[in-house]
């Protein structure tokens, strides 16, 4: 995996981007398929698979637990499954990194396993509330513990879990699917009902590995004790990762930006429906399903955005992506408001706080919410954002929020703490240079290819 090459950029202004690039694999369908292909009977092909630090982390814990994986290529796995029943305990604790989808999906799969676990993660995954996803496994008969309802979680193996009927309190996929996983080895029908639409990667690709599933308008039910097959699974364009050039597509004065095979499951461009409200130039072509998730090609043009007040529906299906969001409406004309998005509280950092920090350190008129936030944007084209100095707090969608920020900003950004865009999207400052970002290696001036 090719990793950063300092904790620091340097980002100049530029004002057009042009090129053809490709985003990486979608990190949350590619640890759904380590993990599904894991329990399968046997063998699971992954093609497109996310080599970066979140997934590599559930591949190692994978192999702890006794599955044997190759990785003939880094875009390429081979899974021999062990079954439903043949997980094995490890000795160790099981790192998951900085991977909270690891973690909570985790959780779930081995709740059901006949021997005890720990899960632990670096320095911010131990502050991540966990109690979310281990409440409903617990009325499902599971043993699980939490200090003070963060890590490390501590699973006392239970396999004579039963199926619940769950209304979910809140929109979460990581919970939705905890519960589901744990489903597959306990009696009888669990049913999943949710509160507002989210992402149904679980769903997809439990189907796609042989699991019988029913859904009837927000609930989904499955029946325990049903049997994996090993499968071949296409990983999408990460949409997440695209995020990034999509926005920078829209802020740019001059040039366009075309991105191939972006995954295009309506439950996670909910960042596309806003940027079209909001007047984005964006096309769409090419749309096709490979393997469990659509697929299109997306040519971004510049585009004259205006503030919009965020539809409370979308946000769920676009809650990774408001850290750029946050920089496309400093660049529109007129406000824009975001309410009801409290998860953002509770990610990799505090991203209303981390991005209002940064936004005010730009010279960025808004007003921070509890749930949210106000933007006055100040249109284009123009200097946006002042020269400044953004700190990350090591969470990486901030770090590359603020580098696309550079398209409109009057002098050189600084971002400190960046080894952690390795986790979910590794090499973005050297496919962002290709399109023509001017992003420098903080500590050696030298133009990153990281």
Known sequence: MTAQTSDRWVVSPVRSLAGQVGVPGDKSVSHRALMLGGIADGVTSVEGFLESEDCLATLEALRALGVSIDQPSASCVRIQGVGIEGLRGSDQPLDMGNAGTAMRLFMGLLASQNFDSILVGDQSLMRRPMERAAAPLRLMGARIETRDGKPPVVIRGTPALRGIDFKMPMASAQVKSAVMLAALRGS????????????????????????????????????????????????????????????????????????????????????????????????????????????????????????????????????DEFPIFFIAAACAEGRSLLRGAEE????????????????????????????????????????????????????HRIAM??????????????????????????????????????????????????
Do not use: W, Y
């Open 188 to 319: 009888g029908v669990t049913q999943v009902t949710e509160p507002a639409p989210t992402r149904d990667h679980t769903e997809r690709m439990l189907a796609c590995f042989g699991v019988e599933l029913q859904r009837e308008g927000s609930t989904v039910s499955l029946q325990g004790g049903q049997r994996l097959r090993g499968t071949h699974v296409n990983v999408p364009g990460d949409f997440s990762s695209a995020a990034f050039f999509l926005v920078a597509g829209c802020i740019a004065e001059a040039g366009e930006i075309a991105l191939r095979g972006v995954g295009m499951n309506p439950t996670r461009t909910g960042l596309l429906d806003i940027l079209r409200l909001m007047g984005a130039d964006i096309a769409v072509s090419n749309l096709a399903t490979r393997g469990p998730e659509p697929t299109a090609d997306l040519l971004i043009r510049p585009s004259k955005l205006r503030g919009i007040d965020v539809p409370l529906e979308l946000v769920p299906l676009a809650i």
């Open 344 to 395: 953002l509280r509770v990610k990799e950092s505090d991203r209303l706080a981390t991005m209002s920090e940064g936004l005010s350190a730009l010279g960025v008129p808004h007003r921070l919410l509890t749930d949210g936030m106000q933007l006055e944007g100040r249109g284009g084209p123009g200097s946006v954002f002042q020269a400044g100095c953004i700190d990350s707090h090591g969470d």
């Open 401 to 450: 929020s603020f580098a696309v920020a550079s398209l409109q900003a009057g002098g050189e950004i600084e971002i400190l703490d960046t080894a952690n865009v390795a986790t979910s999207f590794p090499g973005f400052a050297g496919r962002a240079r290709e399109l023509g970002l001017n992003l420098r290696d903080g500590a050696t001036g030298v133009r990153t290819s990281g």
